[in-house]
């Protein structure tokens, strides 16, 4: 009997959303469950395309902006691959940041159109879900300093969330949005239920391709 696929689960949100911390404590709960499932992120700093990228975000290195946006996305398509294998084995994939973080940040730029944005990624595994991390920037900046890192200023960061707002308009995508203002453990609670809910349909169903 084949195996039942895994599910492709995405956390997207602004800086300070608590993605990463919510992501590991998915992929704990669900291993826990007897469920299997790893963690991924993009970018993937570790391969070669992610050193470049690496070196850009940590202002060690120069690239020009459409040039680091499509190195962002050639990051994501070299772990195609490894992506539907394991969604094949059966394994459900927790997705700290997907394409969205890649228009979203790249539109936020002066001179860059959401549909130009999106293009390269167009035929991407289409994750089952989406869940995104609101938090006003009001609270965002309760949780303390932005980091040292290019993107990472309050300015930036609220054109970021608007142009993440035109995206979950899109209902080609299912988009769950999440209050991150909740406590750790209750947002934790609320993504662990839709995780198990999309787990169970997307058995059934065929992977889809996203923007297509
Ligand atoms: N980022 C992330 C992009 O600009 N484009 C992308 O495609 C992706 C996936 O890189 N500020 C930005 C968002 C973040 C930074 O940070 C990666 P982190 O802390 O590794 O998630």
Redesign the pocket.
């Known amino acids: 009997m084949a195996c039942k696929r895994g599910a492709l689960i995405v956390l997207e949100g602004v800086?300070k959303a608590g993605?990463?911390t919510q992501c590991k404590k998915l992929v704990q709960a669900l291993q826990q469950s007897g469920r299997p499932a790893e963690m991924m992120?993009?970018?993937d700093?570790t391969t070669t395309i992610g050193q470049l990228i690496s070196a850009y975000?940590e202002k060690k290195s120069d690239l020009e902006d459409h040039t680091v946006?499509l190195l962002?996305?050639a990051n994501?398509w070299e772990l195609v691959p490894l992506i539907k294998k394991k969604l094949e084995q059966g394994t459900t994939l927790v997705v700290?940041?997907?394409?969205f973080?890649?228009v979203a940040?790249?539109s936020a730029k002066p001179g860059f159109c959401l549909d130009w944005c999106m293009k390269p990624d167009v035929g991407l595994p289409k994750p089952d879900l989406v869940m995104f991390l609101q938090l006003s920037p009001a609270e965002a900046a309760l949780r303390g300093q932005f980091g040292e890192?290019?993107?990472?200023t309050s300015v930036f960061q609220k054109a970021v969330q608007q142009k993440f707002e035109q995206l979950m308009k899109d209902p080609s995508v299912n988009w769950q949005v999440i209050d991150a203002s909740q406590s750790v453990e209750d947002v934790h609670e609320n993504i662990r239920t839709q995780s198990l809910n999309t787990i169970n349909t997307a058995h059934n169903q065929q992977l889809g391709e996203l923007w297509k």
């Open positions: 800086d993605k990463t992120r993009f970018p700093r975000l946006h962002f996305s994501r700290d940041r997907y394409a973080s890649g940040f790249t890192e290019r993107y990472e």
